[in-house]
C-alpha cells in the first residue's frame, strides 16, 4: 500500500509564527514574510511529509527560518536576541521524537546521572533543537534563495518585513491649507534598498551571499 503524503500547510505553524517574527511593533510584515518563506518551502516540497515520523523532521525547518530571521536583523540593525527554541517547538508540537541519534544517547545519559535534571531539561532541549535547527540550515537557504530569485530578492524581502523600514516621511507644504504636513508615506523601491548602503545592510547582504550561517 503506497502511503498518501501530507503538507504542513501555514495555518498548521501561523500561531507559532506569530511568537517568533515579532521583532517590531507592528508584526504583520514580519508575518507575511514568514508565510511567503513557508509557501516557498512547501513549493519545494521541504513541508510534505508521508507519516508522524517524518512530521517532526519537517517542522524543524520552521525553526531553521526563524534562526535565519533573527540573524538577518541581529546583522542588519543590531535587533539581537535569544531564540527559545524550546518554547517553539513546544508551540509546534515537536518533542524528543525529532532528536537524532547522538542527543537521544545525551538524553539517556542526562537522565540516568543528572541529579538536577529538572533544572537542567529546559536548556538542553533548547540547545538540541538549535542543533538541528542550525544543521538544516542550509537546505532552507537554498530553498529560499531559489524562491526569492537571488540574494537582492531575499535581501529585499527581509528588509521589507522590518517595520517602516520600506517607509519613510516627508514634510510638504500644502497649498490649500497654506501649512506644512508630515505624514506624506515615501516608499523605497528595491532598487533604493539596495542602493542606500550602511555598513549593517552590507554585513546582512555579504551575510546572505555566505549561505546566512548561524551567528547566535
Do not use: H
Amino acid at each position: 500500500m503506497e502511503s498518501s503524503t501530507k503538507i504542513i500547510t501555514w495555518n498548521e505553524v501561523e500561531s507559532a509564527a506569530d511568537q517568533v517574527f515579532d521583532l517590531w511593533i507592528d508584526n504583520l510584515s514580519e508575518l507575511k514574510w514568514a508565510k511567503d518563506a513557508w509557501e516557498i518551502l512547501t513549493t519545494s516540497g521541504l513541508t510534505t511529509y508521508c507519516n508522524e515520523i517524518e512530521r517532526p523532521e519537517k517542522l524543524i525547518y520552521f525553526l531553521s527560518l526563524a534562526g535565519i530571521y533573527r540573524d538577518f536583523w541581529c546583522l542588519a540593525a543590531d535587533e539581537c536576541w535569544e531564540i527559545e527554541y524550546k518554547e517553539i517547538a513546544d508551540s509546534l508540537g515537536i518533542g524528543i521524537e525529532a532528536f537524532n541519534k547522538q542527543q537521544l544517547i545525551k538524553y539517556i545519559d542526562l537522565i540516568q546521572e543528572d541529579t538536577d535534571i529538572e533544572n537542567n531539561f529546559y536548556t538542553f532541549y533548547n540547545s538540541c533543537f538549535q542543533e538541528l535547527a542550525d544543521e538544516n540550515r542550509e537546505i532552507v537557504y537554498s530553498s529560499l534563495l531559489q524562491g526569492f530569485g537571488n540574494v537582492s530578492g531575499f535581501f529585499v524581502s527581509l528588509w521589507r518585513s522590518g517595520q517602516n523600514n520600506s517607509v519613510s516621511t516627508q514634510t510638504y507644504y500644502d497649498d490649500e491649507d497654506d501649512s506644512f504636513e508630515e505624514n506624506k508615506e515615501i516608499y523605497e523601491s528595491d532598487q533604493d534598498i539596495l542602493n542606500t548602503v550602511t555598513p549593517e545592510k552590507l554585513r546582512a547582504f555579504e551575510w546572505i551571499e555566505e549561505e546566512c550561517y548561524p551567528c547566535q
